[in-house]
C-alpha cells in the first residue's frame, strides 16, 4: 500500500555531503516509522537510522551519529537523510523502507524503495 522512491546519491569526495530523499504514495504515511538503510556488495544490509510517524522518535546507528540526520515532511509524503562527512566506508545502495512498528531491524519493514547509489571517493 506504499511506494517508495530515493533520489539524491551521486559521487562525492570524503568530508562531502548529500541529502537523500525519499518518496512516498498512499494516504497515511504519517502512520509508518520511516527507515534508512544500507547495503555494499557483499555485505549485509544495515541499519542507518529511523524516524517515528510524528517525527518525535529517532535512531542512528552508533556509526552515523554526529554525521547522519534523519527527518520527514509529512505534509509532503517525504523523508530524508542528510549525510555530513562522508566517508568512503559509506559508500552503498541507500534503501528507504516504511513499517508501523518501531524497530531497527530490516526485518520489520514491509515496505521498501529501488535504491539510490552514493559513492565517496577519497
Known amino acids: 500500500q506504499v511506494q517508495l522512491v530515493e533520489s539524491g546519491g551521486g559521487l562525492v569526495q570524503a568530508g562531502d555531503s548529500l541529502k537523500l530523499s525519499c518518496a512516498a504514495s498512499?494516504?497515511?504515511?504519517?502512520?509508518?516509522?520511516m527507515g534508512w538503510f544500507r547495503q555494499a556488495p557483499g555485505k549485509e544490509r544495515e541499519f542507518v537510522a529511523r524516524i517515528s510517524g510524528n517525527g518525535g522518535v529517532v535512531y542512528y546507528a552508533d556509526s552515523m551519529k554526529g554525521r547522519f540526520t534523519i527527518s520527514r515532511d509529512n505534509a509532503k509524503n517525504r523523508v530524508f537523510l542528510q549525510m555530513n562527512s562522508l566517508k568512503p566506508e559509506d559508500t552503498a545502495v541507500y534503501y528507504c523502507?516504511?513499517?508501523?512498528?518501531?524497530?531497527?531491524?530490516?526485518?520489520?519493514?514491509?515496505?521498501w524503495g529501488q535504491g539510490t547509489q552514493v559513492t565517496v571517493s577519497s
Open positions: 523502507a516504511a513499517t508501523s512498528y518501531g524497530s531497527s531491524s530490516p526485518n520489520a519493514y514491509n515496505y
Open positions: 498512499g494516504r497515511t504515511f504519517s502512520s509508518y516509522t
